[in-house]
């Protein structure tokens, strides 16, 4: 991710992780993302209505949370596997940048 003082100039990188969170583009689609990570961050992981974080994005992009990480992988490249903590920083940095 890149921001001057003045704007954001988008991800620059070819990186599945930024591949994926480019898709959620308006800070409320983070926020929604969020409050499921924190759900299972308090042990309320089965309040969780969808833990499916890939549906709907093509037939490529497969993510899920689950009670310890948070699980992405992109037809072609590894699977990475990114605990909770970890995952929710990452957002909240690009929800920052995207405000």
Same mark, same amino acid.
């Given at each position: ?29 983070? @926020?929604?993302? !969020?409050?499921? &990570? ?7 992981? =089965?309040?969780? +209505? ?27 490249? @590894?699977?990475? !596997?990114?605990? &909770? ?7 909240? =940095?690009?929800? +920052?940048?995207?405000?």
């Amino acid at each position: 991710m890149q921001k001057s003082s003045k704007k954001f100039h988008g991800i620059i990188s070819g990186n599945p992780i930024a591949n994926y969170i480019y898709n959620y583009r308006h800070p409320d689609d983070v @926020d929604d993302f !969020i409050a499921d &990570l924190d759900l299972a961050l308090s042990s309320n992981f =089965s309040l969780i +209505e969808d833990p499916d974080y890939g549906g709907g994005m093509g037939n490529y992009w497969f993510a899920q949370i689950t009670e310890t990480h948070f699980e992405l992988w992109q037809e072609g490249y @590894d699977k990475k !596997i990114i605990p &909770l903590q970890d995952w929710k920083e990452i957002l909240l =940095s690009w929800k +920052e940048c995207l405000e």
